[in-house]
């Protein structure tokens, strides 16, 4: 999975709880990172994200080439420069805590290139509709984690999903093409589906890989998440991807 649609709740992203940080959250990444499990599961965290701004910068500028207007190629290749730029800071941060960057990203190569492989788009809409509801997927699981994280690893982690602009772009190309033609929506609608039920899987197969991942998350770490809550997290995603959808004008 990649985040190129770093969406906000307008478009049905989880929000941010709000109230007083405890535990780990309201550490610093000094204090939280003497915890060996709970520094394992950030690096891995941060791994995954930087893979994942790569991964979206490389598609971003491929989709660029299939753009049929010159305005929509310099649109997409705006947010792929943006993209590289949050890569550039995962990196950076990887670096800065004594991690490669490279050794960081490795693990997750592998989910997120089969996931390319299996939903490449066929054309321009696709492509679209990959990235929009894909990518979104994939930022409202790093935005759902990221408020069990301590504040400096968190304030990164959110700084980069800032909203690229790509949501609104993609509403707009999506609704206008239905529009033109009616067809295009039903298409549309299963191709939408197939992506939601694969980055679903590839991002469940990923925590299940990772153990320092799955503790925070089902808890032990971080103030993690129990099983009950992980339930409740997917469905707040896809409650999330269904609001996405309407707003495409597909149905979920």
């Known amino acids: 999975m990649t985040s190129s649609d770093k969406s906000d709740n307008a478009s049905g992203a989880p929000a941010e709880p709000t109230g007083q940080h405890t535990g780990i959250t309201a550490q610093d990444w000094a204090t939280a990172a003497a915890d060996p499990q709970y520094r394992a599961a950030v690096v891995d965290l941060l791994g995954a994200?930087?893979?994942?701004?790569?991964?979206?910068f490389e598609r971003l500028a491929e989709d660029a080439k299939l753009a049929p207007t010159l305005a929509d190629k310099a649109e997409l290749a705006k947010m792929a420069s943006a993209e590289f730029h949050h890569f550039e800071r995962l990196r950076d941060r990887l670096t800065e805590i004594g991690e490669e960057p490279t050794a960081a990203m490795d693990p997750f190569v592998a989910a997120l290139e089969g996931f390319h492989k299996q939903t490449a788009p066929s054309?321009?809409?696709?492509?679209?509709?990959?990235?929009?509801?894909?990518?979104?997927?994939?930022?409202?699981?790093?935005?759902?984690?990221?408020?069990?994280?301590?504040?400096?690893?968190?304030?990164?982690?959110?700084a980069v999903l800032a909203n690229t602009g790509y949501a609104d772009f993609a509403v707009e190309k999506v609704r206008a093409a239905i529009d033109k033609d009616p067809r295009v929506g039903g298409r549309l609608a299963l191709w939408a589906r197939r992506l939601m039920?694969?980055?679903?899987?590839?991002?469940?197969?990923?925590?299940?890989e990772r153990d320092a991942l799955s503790t925070m998350l089902v808890g032990g770490v971080a103030d993690g998440f129990d099983l009950a809550e992980v339930g409740r997290m997917f469905s707040r995603?896809?409650?999330?991807?269904?609001?996405?959808?309407?707003?495409?004008g597909l149905a979920a």
Do not use: C, N, P
Request: net charge negative; charged share 25%.
């Open 49 to 56: 994200l930087a893979y994942g701004e790569l991964a979206a």
């Open 123 to 158: 054309d321009w809409l696709e492509g679209l509709v990959k990235a929009y509801v894909g990518d979104s997927i994939a930022s409202d699981f790093y935005r759902e984690v990221a408020v069990r994280l301590d504040s400096d690893t968190r304030e990164l982690v959110l």
């Open 197 to 208: 039920g694969e980055a679903l899987s590839q991002s469940q197969r990923v925590v299940a």
């Open 237 to 248: 995603i896809t409650e999330a991807h269904t609001k996405r959808m309407s707003a495409l």
